[in-house]
Each structure stands twice: as structure tokens, then as C-alpha cells.
């Protein structure tokens, strides 16, 4: 019982950290699926709820074919992130497929990606919040001369394909940019021919600090001959 | 519709401006009354969080589009879940009478 409480109140003290909008370019065109054809029981399905970020995890991963690093940067999150919401979409259509439950699309803690225009008459820029609905003509001085300009996006695109993480050579501190889809400990290095890791995590912090403390270690003693 | 403005001082004759989060006033125009509103800002000494209280502000007053000189980056998600427009305008000399004109042209 005093356990019970003492999880109860921690829980309570310690509130978790607030979710990170997550960033959907497009509203699904429809709202839900419905089974048919239901052998066990005339009754209506059960519902399950698909969130709309589970719902743009699914699209990026599954239709568009990227992986999840490519993924999590569209959606804003971080890569385990975008794989943990990515894991539920995919149990939550299995239960439906394997219960015949119906999908709705609702909810989650997202945001809609706006379009930027500018504004040639007044020189302002302004987005259009409601994607539903066209923008007609400038919000400040009703010219209809505005141009779209989120041309910007295009120069993040090579970014988005290319991961920004480099390996690192335990042996010797060579550095190279990673090749995506290819793991690091496969990558030898072009210096001493040993295998490298990736730089930055914690784990190999520790182990490039040891064995750089090795190797200034060893050639102290080949210095003074201890 | 109700439009936030972000205003230098209290008045007609004052500057836009150029901040959103530590803006002195907020200006609430409305333009089926003609209707207005200054909001004194409580947050423009903030250390930090002053976008997002500034938008609960703003939004408390069910705003539909905001024009300002510049939104942070922490902003920009927010006003995108609570379908507010942004408007940004980089002409720090427009005094508030010039942009309600530009508005009811």
C-alpha cells in the first residue's frame, strides 16, 4: 500500500516533459476506415482512434519510402520519437485488421504546416493557417498581387538526405562524414585500418578519451624509457 | 474579425513594432466595429517565455491574424495549431493609423 502511494505521489510531483508539437504537411483526405463483411456478429465495429501524427509517420515511412532519420526531420521530432509513433500506427492497424475494428484519424498533439506568401504591392509576408481554404488576395491591402515563397525548402532538401553525424576513429581521431545506411563499425579507417564509431555519443566519448589517454600514456613512457 | 497589432506606444500616432513577444502594446482592432483595444504587454521584461505568454494573451482575445514585424521560432508552431495568421511587416516607420487604413482600404 505505502509503495503504491509513494509511485502515485512521485508521478504527481514529477510532471513529464511536454510533448513536441509534431509537424504534419497535409490533413488526411479522408477521416477513417470502416470493415465490411464482419462473419462473427451483426453488431456495429469497435472503434480505434489512428492520431494524425501516427497517420503522417505511415505516409513518410510507408508511402513516401523514406527512412526514419529523413522522416523526423520533416515531422520535427527526433528520430526515436518519430520511431516510437511510428511502432504504435503500425499495432494499432494490425488490431484493427486482425478485431475488424473501425479507424478513425483524430487527435494528437500536432500542428498543420502553413504556406508562406509575399506580398508585392505592401511587401509583407503572411501564412495561410487553414489549408482548406485559398488565399485570395493579400490580408493587409487586398492586392491580388502575392507570390508564393516557400521556395526556401528546397534548400533544406539536401540536408534532409544526408546525415550531419560524423565517424570517428577511436585509434588515431580521423574524422569522415557517415554514409547513410552504412554503420560505422564497417567503415575502416583510410589512416590506420581500424573500424570506426560514431562520433559524439557518450558511450564513445569514454572510449576515445581511453584511448587517448592510452596512447599519450604509451608515448610518455616510449619518451623516458619507463 | 478581430486583428492584434503590435504597437510601440498607446496611440494612433505610434511605430509598429518590430517584436512580437516583447512589444510594449498590443493594438486589438476589430473591423466590423471599428472597435479598439490597447493591451499593455506584461510580458516585455521577460527573461524568457515571452512569445508564448504573449500569444495567450493575444489569444485570449480570439485574434484571428496578428500583424508584427517578427515572430520567433517558437511561436510560429504555436500560432500554426491555433490557426492564427501571421503577418509580418518589416517597415519599422508604418505608424498603427497607416496599417488600419491599409486594413479598411
Known amino acids: 500500500m505505502f509503495i503504491i502511494f509513494v509511485v502515485n505521489y512521485r508521478s504527481y510531483y514529477m510532471s513529464p516533459r511536454p510533448l513536441r508539437l509534431r509537424k504534419i504537411s497535409n490533413p488526411p483526405i479522408i477521416s477513417g476506415f470502416k470493415p465490411y463483411g464482419n462473419k462473427r456478429a451483426g453488431k456495429t465495429p469497435e472503434i480505434i482512434f489512428l492520431k494524425y501524427e501516427e497517420y503522417e509517420s505511415l505516409r513518410l515511412c510507408d508511402h513516401e519510402m523514406l527512412n526514419h532519420h529523413q522522416a523526423s526531420l520533416i515531422m520535427d521530432v527526433s528520430r526515436p520519437t518519430l520511431t516510437r509513433i511510428y511502432a504504435r500506427a503500425r499495432q494499432k492497424i494490425a488490431e484493427s485488421f486482425v478485431f475488424g475494428k473501425q479507424i478513425i484519424i483524430e487527435g494528437g498533439k500536432v500542428y498543420f504546416d502553413s504556406e508562406w506568401f509575399s506580398c508585392r504591392a505592401c511587401g509583407c509576408f503572411f501564412n495561410n493557417p487553414e489549408k482548406q481554404n485559398k488565399i485570395n488576395e493579400c490580408p493587409l491591402c487586398r492586392s491580388k498581387d502575392f507570390e508564393n515563397c516557400n521556395d526556401v525548402m528546397d534548400e533544406d532538401d539536401e540536408f534532409t538526405f544526408r546525415c550531419s553525424d560524423m565517424c570517428i576513429c577511436p585509434e588515431c581521431g580521423h574524422e569522415q562524414p557517415h554514409n547513410f545506411g552504412k554503420p560505422c563499425m564497417a567503415e575502416i579507417c583510410p589512416e590506420c585500418g581500424h573500424s570506426m564509431v560514431r562520433k559524439g555519443t557518450p558511450h564513445n566519448k569514454k572510449l576515445i578519451k581511453n584511448k587517448r589517454y592510452e596512447n599519450s600514456y604509451n608515448k610518455h613512457r616510449k619518451q623516458f624509457g619507463k | ?105
Do not use: H, W
Not at chain 2, 524568457?48 to 485570449?60: D, H, I, Y
Not at chain 2, 501571421?86 to 493609423?97: C, G, Q, R, T, Y
Open chain 2, 1 to 105: 474579425m478581430k486583428i492584434a497589432i503590435t504597437s510601440t506606444g498607446n496611440n494612433l500616432e505610434s511605430k509598429l513594432d518590430q517584436r512580437f513577444g516583447r512589444c510594449s502594446f498590443f493594438v486589438i482592432y476589430d473591423t466590423e466595429t471599428g472597435g479598439m483595444e490597447y493591451i499593455p504587454n506584461p510580458n516585455k521584461e521577460a527573461q524568457e517565455g515571452a512569445g508564448p505568454a504573449s500569444v495567450q494573451v493575444v489569444a485570449s482575445r480570439d485574434v484571428k491574424k496578428i500583424i508584427s514585424g517578427e515572430f520567433g521560432i517558437k511561436i510560429k508552431s504555436l500560432l500554426d495549431s491555433l490557426k492564427i495568421q501571421m503577418i509580418v511587416l518589416k517597415e519599422p516607420e508604418k505608424s498603427i493609423n497607416e496599417i488600419i487604413k491599409m486594413l479598411n482600404k
